[in-house]
């Protein structure tokens, strides 16, 4: 599973025994003896690779991971830049290991292990017990009531250690679907007796994006995007209703102006629409500060702010557009679009904008669970409805770009990103690849085009770190090659 743990580029500094940072350990667990020569402590750096090869084989020993997972397993050079690298070892080496993030880069609310593993040479002598036990009495040391994890739904036998020692299963949080194909299993654990007295400052991770340049000041806030709403009386964000709902019919002879921020969660399917349906004559762009794109008449009237119909509401002036929205399947697209509407763009401002953590984190769990469903339809077809590119995948490309690169840093350390859904990941890529579903300026504004001075904007600041992924922009340009033709 993907997390919000950072990765480093290539070029960093070289990790040292310093990297594992034991500032904030508590000296009673640096180490523990764990009998008959047996020791649990953390992994010096020139054991990272035996680490990684251990992992690898208690991997594989006895279930199965995919490749580009047994891959990640042996990257624990640079995981250690921001996860501490504990090793249950004797004096013939490493038995097993499991990594927990520093406490200093972490925002959630819970602590976390993971790739907890014990090789072959370690298997029956009680070392998966003792990991987990350490793993929770860091949690305690460190001030955090609740330990939560997630485990692939074949890792039996890590179930069966989970429960033993306590931990509950949490259907209800299992909405992480890793390359596999495979929804991660969800399990917390309370701890009891937190350290109440556990201030550790919040530390900004160690990592560079590999970029010709640093990237520029941030200068994006969420407050400047956050919509007109009000919040319930359990602080759920309830987004305000458009003035003027529904779709409009637009004159290709008339003129227009369309009102929107250029970087708006909402506005960008209404400017690839106006790409797409050649209708740059007649619907001019005014990039504004609005997070609601509005289309004006000519004079100034105000002819719709419904945000989730103007993508159609374009496409349906020219002969281009409408081959987008084809009459035979606007039922269906109609569907689709109320969903990628509430669940997906409504979900991702309910989760951001919610007036209580409680709220948040259930905003958060209903949107990973839609994109797990969108993951699935698009698991044997192009696109949404089949092989030709409709409106409705105009507008889950647009949430979804706008999720893994501007807004998911916003929702919180271990927040799930697209690679996390393999076959939204493809698809959305594919589509960036597309003509019209993107211009240099848009290019530019999620960092993905460097400008003519040679650096990268960067107004939402580098998007949120996916474990395995080095670099994220460089891998949103490269689109998926699977062959469909089959499909």
Known sequence: MSTAWAQPDADAEAVTPASQD????????????????????????????????????????????????????????????????????????????VLTPKPQYLRDPSFTFNILGVGPRG??????????????????????????????????????????????????????????????????????????????????????????????????????????????HVGGFRPEAPRLPGHVVLDADARYRLDVAPDALRGRAARIARRLAAAQEFVTVEDSAAVTPVLFEADGTLLSDDWSALARSILTATEAGRTYYPPEARAEIDTLEFLIAHDLVGGLERALFAGSEKSARVAQRVLYARLGEFDQTLAARPYLLGAAVTSADISLFSVLIGFDLEYRRHLGWGAASLVDYPNLWAYARNLLALPGFADDGELAALGLLASPDGSFEAPWGDPAPVEGVRDLRDAWTEPDDRDWSAA
């Open 22 to 97: 034991t500032r904030f350990i508590p000296s009673d667990l640096l180490a523990w003896d764990l009998g008959d020569g047996r020791t649990l402590r953390l992994a010096t750096p020139d054991e990272f690779g035996e680490v990684g090869e251990v992992l690898q084989s208690a991997f594989t020993t006895g279930c199965w991971v995919t490749p580009t997972y047994k891959e990640h397993l042996a990257g624990i050079a640079d995981r250690a830049l921001t996860a501490h690298v504990w090793v249950a070892a004797d004096a013939d080496g490493v038995l097993g290991a």
């Open 123 to 232: 298997r029956d002598l009680k070392l998966g017990e003792r990991l987990v036990e350490h793993s929770v009495a860091l949690a305690r040391a460190f001030g955090y009531s609740v330990v939560e994890i997630r485990s692939s739904p074949h890792m039996t036998a890590a179930h069966g250690l989970y429960y033993r020692y306590g931990f509950v299963r949490r259907i209800d949080w299992e909405t992480s679907v890793v390359d596999s194909g495979q929804r991660l299993l969800a399990f917390t654990y309370r701890v009891a007796d937190p350290n109440p007295d556990a201030a550790i400052p919040v530390e900004e991770p160690p990592t560079r994006w590999s970029f010709p340049s640093q990237p520029k000041e941030i200068v994006v806030t969420l407050a400047q995007h956050t919509p007109p709403g009000t919040h319930d």
